[in-house]
């Protein structure tokens, strides 16, 4: 699952802001005396009731943007950027204002000024407020001012504006009078530049307009402290919500534009942020006994603010995500299972996800105190318990079932699918080897078999000392000396022989008998005597005996759940081992 767009407000369909849309940083904010300027947003990210977490794809998720400049044209009633109205004044006898003075929130960048005629301006520095005798910065209105001032609170002044040489008659003439225009036709055809220049100052002097004429000012404002905050699962969207800083440049920031979570290590350490805001949010959710329904949806507080106006685009924003299970179904984090041993048993665990969840990893680590045995490992025909075939042996009956290796196999424990039909059966299991396809070569060894009751199918265990069986054909014969059983099988191709005491007393192919051969102690992972399925399907194990078993379950829980059922998946524990096995860090991240 995965987030594009930023909410403007707590609802998942609404638009929000998408990538590559330019945002003003504009909307002021007061804490305790301190001015900054914000804009909130929220992240939905979409729940099923049963999930126990949010895990952050963190490779595959990527959001960046930068903050800019923010420019703005300010007038006399706008409020907002500046303490109170814009003063005017009047000056040297004049009947009418002739000057301006602006107190702006912050000090901000004068980029320009426009006025109601093209007269130029002056900008004078206020102390208080009383206004400087000397300029700071002159230039022509309604264009960019020819240098930078940057100020809190200034005056503006409406003056000539500056002559060009090229055309002294025509620049005169538009600075105010025919006097200035008379003063250079005296000077005769030959105007020099000093001259100029003194006419210049002169019509600097004398051309106070008979009103200020301000219309508006051009501000331009730097993003200082730039930085991203964060809030709390389901925080409160208004001005006291807690927020902590997920990044921040201090400063006013002069090289622009100023990116955020451009670099891998920012951007990795933003979406750390991420997940331990969802960790802890899961975190108290485990303290309470009874915690309440998960809703909907979850709603991430996030907030771009500056301490003077900005501008924000967001470039990039593809937050991926997966749901998290950490335990089976109403159990604990950590559940024990113990076996009786001498008889094969399953024991099932359930997970229920919603139909047609995606899983994109489920692992779980088993601690194993099983003592060395056997499993069912994977091997086909293990429902043969279920069967109503097999040979009826009685006292004295021997029947051999030959089994083809196809790979040498260390063998120490031979399992055999039975059904005593009296108490106290007695019986010896021998391997052989083949001779001529037949139970007559060497016995490689002998064991025997016990089954106290009877009425009740059972994987009977027959422990023989470790043997290394080649690879090719060989042969278990059973012989009764007391009571009576059924060595169970299934309706295919076999070799089973009877030598003596059933049947016709001759070779019979209807039946395959099941053997079960199982490796000795434990598995390549040091496992012993443990099988785990997903509908039976074989999960897959790695890791080693000391620091656990990892095992993996991807695999059957989609082929479960792919399939479209809501039923819960059964995951099966079997062995035949005495002891017990700890199941516990259960992580399944899945999507719906």
């Excluded at 307009?209 to 331009?220: D, E, M, Q």
């Excluded at 031979?414 to 021998?430: G, I, M």
Aim: glycine share 8%; hydrophobic share 40%; aromatic share 6%.
């Amino acid at each position: 699952m995965n987030i594009t767009k930023l909410l403007h407000a707590k609802n998942p369909a609404g638009t929000g802001l998408a990538v590559n849309t330019t945002i003003d940083i504009a909307t002021p904010q007061d804490r305790d005396g301190r001015k900054f300027y914000r804009q909130l947003y929220f992240l939905a990210f979409k729940l099923e009731p049963g999930c126990h977490g949010i895990v952050i794809n963190s490779e595959a998720s990527q959001w960046q943007g930068w903050f800019n400049s923010y420019d703005l044209s300010l007038t006399a009633g706008d409020k907002v950027f500046q303490t109170k109205d814009w003063t005017a004044e009047k000056e040297d006898g004049s009947t009418t204002p002739t000057l301006v003075k602006v107190h702006l929130v912050h000090p901000w960048r004068l980029v320009a000024v426009n006025t109601n005629d093209v007269r130029g301006v002056a900008v004078l520095r206020l102390d208080g407020e009383a206004v400087s005798d000397k300029a700071t910065l002159s230039g022509n209105a309604n264009s960019t001012l020819p240098g930078e001032f940057i100020g809190q609170d200034f005056a503006l002044r409406k003056v000539a504006p500056f002559l060009s040489i090229k055309n002294p008659q025509q620049e005169i003439h538009k600075a105010g009078g025919v006097k200035q225009v008379m003063m250079a036709k005296s000077a005769g055809g030959g105007t020099t530049a000093t001259q100029i220049d003194n006419i210049q100052a002169q019509a600097q002097a004398n051309a106070i307009v008979a009103s200020h004429g301000i219309k508006n000012i051009h501000l331009r404002s730097l993003p200082t402290g730039p930085r991203i905050m964060l809030g709390e699962i389901d925080a409160i969207p208004d001005a006291n919500t807690v927020l902590t800083s997920l990044w921040q440049q201090p400063g006013e920031q002069t090289e622009l534009p100023v990116a955020f979570f451009a670099d891998e290590q920012s951007r990795k350490s933003a979406l750390q942020q991420l997940q331990q805001t969802f960790d802890r949010y899961f975190a108290e959710r485990e303290k309470s006994t009874t915690p309440p329904p998960l809703p909907p949806y979850l709603y991430l507080p996030i907030a771009f603010e500056s301490d003077t106006p900005a501008r924000l685009r967001l470039t990039a924003l593809n937050l991926q995500y997966h749901l998290l299970r950490n335990r089976f179904d109403a159990l604990d984090v950590k559940h024990t299972l113990k076996f009786a041993g001498g008889t094969v048993t399953a024991q099932s665990l359930t997970l229920g996800l919603p139909a047609n969840s995606q899983i994109t990893r489920a692992q779980f680590q088993v601690i194993n105190n099983l003592k060395p045995g056997f499993a069912l490992n994977g091997v086909a025909g293990s429902a043969s318990l279920n069967g109503h075939t097999g040979i009826d042996l009685t006292e004295g009956s021997t029947v051999s079932n030959r089994v083809d290796n196809a790979t040498p196999l260390q063998l120490q424990h031979l399992l055999l699918a039975l059904l005593p039909l009296t108490d106290n059966v007695q019986a010896t299991l021998q391997i052989l080897r083949d001779s001529q396809d037949a139970p007559a070569g060497a016995v490689l060894a002998q064991t025997q078999l016990q089954c106290e009751q009877s009425g009740g199918r059972q994987w009977a265990v027959a422990s023989i000392a470790p043997l290394l069986l080649d690879s090719g054909p060989c042969w278990l014969r059973l012989t009764v000396q007391q009571g009576r059983l059924l060595w169970l099988g299934q309706n295919a191709p076999g070799h089973v022989q009877f030598t003596s005491g059933a049947g016709p007393g001759k070779t019979v192919r209807t039946l395959q008998l099941m053997a079960v051969l199982s490796a000795a102690g434990t598995d390549a992972n040091g496992m012993a005597g443990l099988s785990v399925q997903v509908n039976n399907i074989s999960a897959g194990s790695s890791g080693n005996a000391e620091d656990g078993i990892q095992i993996d379950l991807a695999a059957g829980l989609n082929g479960h759940f792919g399939s479209g059922t809501a039923a819960p998946a059964p995951v099966a524990f079997v062995s035949g081992s005495a002891g017990n096995i700890t199941v516990s860090n259960l992580q399944v991240e899945y999507n719906i």
